[in-house]
């Protein structure tokens, strides 16, 4: 929704926070085309590891989208919680293609059995592996996102240049501390402040 300045009313909305919706800002040194260059020299295998809110959906996000840039097949497939294994129409899928990337967001959730199926399947098919995961799942480590203050002030710069300037860099310092660097409650968190702050200034703003 925006009023008539073109502007949303709340740039920390969720539609403008999931993964994709903002460049992924990887830090110096690192790429989507580096990251795909340790993913090969990982023999097409790896797992982005971390803790919760730390952008693990927003990197893989981000890696198939250059990987569909530059015609590298992929298919992306997102657990939720309690699944234990994957639907039998995308192991059907899987038994009938070779040469693409599986990225499976959630891949702790799967059972070990599964886990060791999917990854006996992708060797014997020739099929590339990405798994996001709190901690190790049997796969090598290809990333490991560690999100400081720096790269939340980025990621809230980049919001707001859909709304207006109500969000200080000390409002980041504090939630970002608040939540321990975890940046998606941290978004939810300014979200409220944002929203707080707009019906304020909306208020005064009246004639």
Known sequence: MTD??????NPFSARFVRPGAI???FPPGCSAESLFQTFERLQRMGAVVGPHGVGKS????????WMEQHQISCLRVELHDGQRTLDQEIWNSLEDRSEI???VDGFEQLSTWTRYQLRRLCRKRR???????????????LYAPEPNEDLAWKIVQLLLQRGEPLITREDVHESFARHQGNLREMLFDLYDLYELRRSNF??????
């Open 101 to 103: 990337v599986l990225m």
């Open 23 to 25: 460049p992924y800002i």
């Open 4 to 9: 008539i300045s073109g502007k949303v009313e």
């Open 58 to 65: 927003a990197l893989i996000t981000a890696l198939a989208e």
């Open 202 to 207: 909306t208020g005064h703003s009246a004639p």
């Open 127 to 141: 099929l590339g592996l990405i798994g996001t995961a709190h901690s190790d799942v049997e796969l090598p480590l």
